[in-house]
């Protein structure tokens, strides 16, 4: 997982398998990158960049619904899922609730 911030955008781009023991791994320090940047921003988008990604869990899931609350609707937003990764996104109904692209 790798970061690039510009200007208010942060941008976390994830790569490979996104099961349950990677999310479990990555939520230390997603919290404390993602937390520390809200709160120093007035108006923050946050983008989760799935371009690498080739399996999202559950786990994957909550985390997505975790920092959609954190960052707001207008704000958060998910991008360039692959066509299996879109549609699991879009059995659990992310697509009407989250900007994806």
Aim: proline content about 1%.
């Amino acid at each position: 997982m790798d970061f690039t911030e510009d200007n208010n955008t942060l941008r976390c781009i994830f790569s490979g398998k996104l099961d349950t023991l990677t999310c479990s791994n990555l939520e230390d320090t997603l919290n404390k990158r993602i937390i520390g940047f809200l709160e120093k921003q007035d108006v923050a988008c946050l983008i989760f960049d799935l371009s690498d990604v080739n399996y999202i869990s559950s786990a994957f899931l909550r985390l997505c619904l975790c920092y959609f609350k954190s960052a707001g609707k207008k704000n958060f937003r998910i991008e360039n899922p692959n066509q299996e990764v879109q549609k699991v996104l879009q059995i659990f109904g992310f697509m009407e609730i989250m900007k994806i692209t």
